[in-house]
């Protein structure tokens, strides 16, 4: 199993800090990033990687299990998984 690297969005998922912590994830396994929703919401995936924090982008490409936090998706609908255009935050 690769190992995992949480980041928090800065934008909306600054709730689930304390909530991971309870959990019992280090703080040091926690980063945080800045990921636009509106990137997500209009499935700008090509917007959405390349505005992605370069800290972020080393631990994808070492091969971590990034998960990323986010709770302001404001009632957007996401594509089904399997699809060719899936995605999420």
């Not at 199993?1 to 959990?23: M, Q, T, W, Y």
């Not at 990034?66 to 302001?72: E, Q």
Request: hydrophobic share 40%; glycine share 8%.
């Amino acid at each position: 199993r690769p190992p995992v690297k949480h980041f928090i969005n800065l934008s909306n998922g600054l709730e689930a800090l304390d909530e991971l912590v309870r959990l019992g994830v280090p703080p040091s396994e926690i980063c945080f990033c800045r990921i636009q929703s509106s990137h997500c919401e209009a499935q700008d995936f090509m917007g959405l990687l390349s505005s992605l924090d370069t800290h972020l982008m080393m631990h994808l490409a070492l091969g971590y299990d990034c998960r990323i936090y986010d709770f302001g998706s404001r009632g957007a609908i996401w594509p089904a998984a399997g699809t060719a255009s899936e995605g999420a935050t």
